[in-house]
């Protein structure tokens, strides 16, 4: 089945570590996003990425890293510089139009709840 | 700066009610997409459109691009229509992959 995974679902973390959300997509899209959704907040967005080994900062990038060596993958990182971690963060995936400029339904993956001890 | 405004926040109503969540953006729009959060947190998709009316099943989606403004309904509505709705746009300045999401309108059927 078509689809976008993402791992682990609940993920622990001591203050000062980094730690690593996997997502994965096998709907061949070339753009993936990630976000962030605190209670009572609409979603923010982190990072997103285009094309293989491009990506761009959303609103709120500061305190995370990701990579895009393939096109199936982007892996968030959050750092110790991130000051207040825990969230919900979901992973979402599109095609690119044909059209510059042009807008796409996104398919999201189930999400990573991460809290910091 | 554009900005999505949901209203109502929470909605609680009894099953077979006709639903109605409303969105209203600040800037001219590329397109408006509604999505669906369930308790789980697994968002679906389940319209974008950037003129008029769609229909899927008991759920319809309408716009008004003159008066930014969207709304979802719901008819014949059921105990597992409860989920939060999602509504965020796009728009030719901020670039069409970012979309700026509302708040979320938390909508409780009580059978």
């Not at chain 1, 491009?54 to 500061?62: M, N, S, Y």
């Not at chain 1, 510059?100 to 996104?106: F, I, L, R, W």
């Not at chain 2, 209203?24 to 968002?43: D, M, T």
């Not at chain 2, 008004?64 to 059921?78: D, F, G, R, V």
Request: hydrophobic content about 30%; charged content about 15%.
């Amino acid at each position: 089945d078509g689809g976008i995974t993402q791992s682990p679902k609940y993920l622990f973390r001591k203050e000062g570590q980094n730690v690593t959300l996997s997502c994965e997509q096998n709907l061949n899209h070339d753009a993936m996003y990630w976000y962030r959704q605190d209670p009572g907040q609409g979603l923010r967005l982190i990072y997103y990425s285009q094309i293989v080994n491009d990506f761009q900062k959303g609103d709120i990038a500061e305190g995370y890293s990701v990579s895009r060596e393939k096109k199936e993958s982007f892996p968030l990182t959050v750092t110790s510089a991130q000051k207040n971690p825990t969230a919900f963060y979901l992973c979402a995936s599109s095609i690119l139009s044909p059209l510059a400029g042009g807008p796409n339904e996104q398919f999201f993956g189930p999400g990573t709840r991460l809290t910091v001890l | 700066k554009n900005e999505v405004e949901q209203s109502p926040q929470n909605l609680t109503a009894q099953e077979g009610e006709f639903i109605t969540i409303n969105c209203s953006y600040s800037v001219g729009i590329s397109a408006l997409h509604w999505l669906q959060q369930h308790p789980g947190g697994g968002i679906v998709s389940l319209f974008m459109l950037s003129s008029g009316k769609k229909k899927h099943g008991r759920l319809i989606a309408t716009i008004n691009i003159q008066e930014k403004h969207s709304s979802l309904h719901i008819t014949a509505s059921h105990p597992r229509d409860s989920a939060v709705y999602i509504c965020a746009s796009t728009n030719p300045i901020q670039g069409a992959q970012k979309l700026v999401f509302g708040q979320g309108t938390r909508l409780t059927i009580n059978p």
